[in-house]
């Protein structure tokens, strides 16, 4: 039997730090992982791709590829986009794919994949006016954006704490979403 293949994506938040541990979990979930990041995450992981690549046996990605080169993936059954950052959720609602991740969950809404989307902002962020609108677009679209109770809460600026990013609901809504089964 086939293993669904979940595209678990991440920006630039602290916890992006803990992919190894999130491909693992999902893996042990029952997932084939490929992983996708963006420009300023894959810096900040640029030392673990390695093991990355191991533990997911797919190549990390963080830029579109060349037109004519084949795909490397297999395709996606779920998307999850965790850690979201501010820029990157809005730039998504609002359809401006210049980061490879990004580009991959706007198109994923009109192929129909389902995709999981948690945030990883602080209070000053969705302050903002443009941030609720984000989230209003997207779960519009049909994104599971688990913000809010139940979801992701944001904490003051400086107060974040990466180890207590709820990891276990964006794999938990992956895998309702897809019905897999370890």
Known sequence: MNRPVLYLFGSAAPPVQQFAEVARSAHTAGFD??????PTAARWLDGEV??????????VRSEYKQPAAPDVWPPADVIVFAPV???SLNSWALGLTHHFVVGVVAEGI??????????????AYVHHPQFDR???????AGVSVLYG????????????RPEGYPWQLAL???????????
Do not use: D, Q, W, Y
Not at 50 to 59: A, D, I, M, S
């Open 149 to 160: 109770p139940g979801g992701f809460e944001p904490n003051e600026p400086g107060k974040g």
């Open 33 to 38: 992982v490929c992983i996708g990041l963006t």
């Open 85 to 87: 950052t501010f820029n």
């Open 50 to 59: 390695p093991l990355l690549e191991e533990l997911t046996g797919h190549p």
């Open 110 to 123: 009109g192929k129909g994949i389902p995709t999981v989307a948690m945030p990883c902002v602080n209070t």
């Open 172 to 182: 938990t809504e992956a895998t309702r979403a897809v019905r897999v089964t370890p």
């Open 134 to 140: 984000s989230v209003a677009t997207l779960r519009g």
